[in-house]
Structures are given as C-alpha cells and as structure tokens.
C-alpha cells in the first residue's frame, strides 16, 4: 500500500494489538515538535541494497534504481509539512559508475601477472554495498558524508560553529569484515564458504563527538558502522575500540566542526528520538539543526 495509502491491519496479527502509526504522521508531528523550539528537521532516507542493484533483483530491470511509487509524492508531502528531506538514491545510483580507489602495492616490472591484476583493478566500478552485509561500502559512505555536508553548509549556514579541537583525519587502513548476512546464516565454520570483505577505512581524529554541538545527527547502524566494532571490521588486536571512521566521523570532518550524535543499533526510527527527548528542553533548543539519517525501510514500506 506504501506511506501515502493507509496499511490494512494484518489478520494476522494479534488484533488486541494497537496499529502502528503511519509513518508520514510521526515524522510530521516530529518536525513539528522540533519547529516549535525552533530547529529544523533534515531527514536523509538512504536507499537499502535491492533499491540500488535491481538488475539484481530482476533481469528485466531497466531503472537505474528502484524506489516505491510513491516515493517522490510522499517526499514532497513530508516537504510541505515543513520537513527538508535529502534523498541520496540518485546520487548512490551514480556513485557506482565511479571508478574505484584501489590501494595496493606497486607491483615489480617484471611480475606481469601482477601488473595485469592491477590494471584489471583500475578499471572496476565503485560498489555502493559490501557484498556479504546490509550496509554501505566505506566509500560509498563518506561519499554520502561529502554530500550531506555540502547540502548543510549550503541550505543551514547558522549551523557553523566555531572550533577548538581540530578534527583531522589522523591515519587509514585496511579492515576486514565476514558480514553481517553471513552471521544470519548461523554456519558452524563460515570461513569454509566465504572469505572476509576488506575496506581501507579512513580514521577521523576523536574530536568528532560533543554533546554541545549545534547539530544533532540521528541514526541507526548505517551510522555505526565502520565505527561501532559489533557490526565488525573492527581492529583485530582492539576488538572492542570503537575505530572513528563512521557516518558521523566524516560528516564532521567534511563540516569541519563537531557533531552530537545520537545512532543507536536497530532503532533509529523511534529509540533515537526517545533518547533526545530525554534532554533537557533547554538543551534542545539550543540545536541549530536535527539530521535525521534512516534506512528507507523505515518510511517507505515494502521497498
């Protein structure tokens, strides 16, 4: 039925169960709130992985994405309704016909095989999802970074804030992940099917974070990840050291100023907003901005 049609209630539900509200009503009534205290609301939907590969999903796929029909009416309502919506589903779609930045070692002159491979490696497009998980490549997110930070700098020039701890990349590397599809499929010796995905992660400086901040970003684990070692690539000799090279690092390197950043694990619809409202009314409205980063599942239903 999708965001705009109301959805029939499931006979297969308990129906002493109260009916979930429309998602369209809560993000209004959300941006509402936050409009009386004087902070706009900037939601950003990020396409999930069918969505950006449909050739994938259907050989007869001919859109270089796929999205719900509603999508673009349902985005202009939320708009009308005062609240500023960034879809980054087109510019994803683009970013795979990208080539890749490869890092890998210089091979010798004379390793012909080697230098083959590496000229093979160069001309590889850009994957916008790890292949064995549910989230972005590491690229593909701090491209995502790069333009929601253009758009804020642009549209919200009252958010600038002055700053006295630089925020800097401080070093990169290479991590290694089996995904979080493979842990659902609970194999007794995964490593036997598959083999880790490596992505170079860039490491932002542990400035990034502050409860002071003029904007609040709000997530869930497409935030986390390549930050929060749970959903891996964590650094194998620090397994439980968050590793600062998430969503919220590089937006705040590419801002140039700290974040406060509320990102919660599977609950970036409702256990985000409750953390906030916990905040002192005071401290709210002190926000210059509130960017709300979701999962497009989470408003359009049945993508």
Do not use: C
């Not at 990020?46 to 796929?66: D, F, R």
């Amino acid at each position: 039925y999708g965001p705009l049609k109301p959805e029939p209630f499931s006979v297969m539900k308990d129906p002493d169960l109260a009916k979930l509200r429309d998602a369209k009503d809560v993000v209004i009534e959300y941006a509402a709130q936050l409009k009386e205290r004087g902070v706009p609301l900037l939601i950003v939907p990020l396409p999930l992985k069918p969505m950006l590969y449909g050739e994938l999903v259907s050989s007869n796929a001919t859109e270089e994405w796929l999205r719900h029909p509603d999508t673009v009416a349902f985005y202009k309502l939320l708009r009308d309704n005062g609240v500023d919506v960034l879809d980054l589903t087109a510019d994803l779609a683009k970013f795979r016909e990208r080539r890749k930045h490869i890092y890998i070692r210089a091979p010798k002159a004379t390793d012909r095989a080697a230098i083959a491979e590496a000229e093979a490696m160069e001309k590889a497009k850009q994957d916008a999802f790890l292949m064995q998980d549910t989230h972005w490549t590491a690229e593909a997110m701090r491209f995502a970074a790069e333009k929601v930070s253009s758009y804020v700098k642009q549209k919200y020039p009252q958010t600038k804030q002055p700053v006295f701890n630089e925020i800097r990349a401080v070093d990169g590397g290479q991590s290694r992940s089996m995904g979080d599809l493979v842990k659902l499929l609970d194999l007794p010796d995964p490593e036997h099917g598959f083999k880790e995905e490596e992505q170079f992660l860039r490491r932002i400086s542990d400035t990034t974070d502050s409860k002071l901040a003029n904007i609040t970003l709000l997530g869930d684990s497409f935030v986390n990840i390549y930050d929060d070692p749970s959903l891996g690539f964590a650094d194998k000799a620090k397994p439980d050291v968050r590793m600062h090279a998430g969503f919220a690092q590089h937006l705040s390197f590419q801002l140039g100023q700290p974040l406060d950043v509320i990102a919660m694990n599977g609950k970036g619809a409702t256990g985000v907003r409750r953390e906030f409202a916990k905040r002192n009314d005071n401290e709210v409205r002190e926000k210059k901005l509130v960017v709300w980063v979701r999962a497009a599942r989470d408003l359009l239903p049945d993508v």
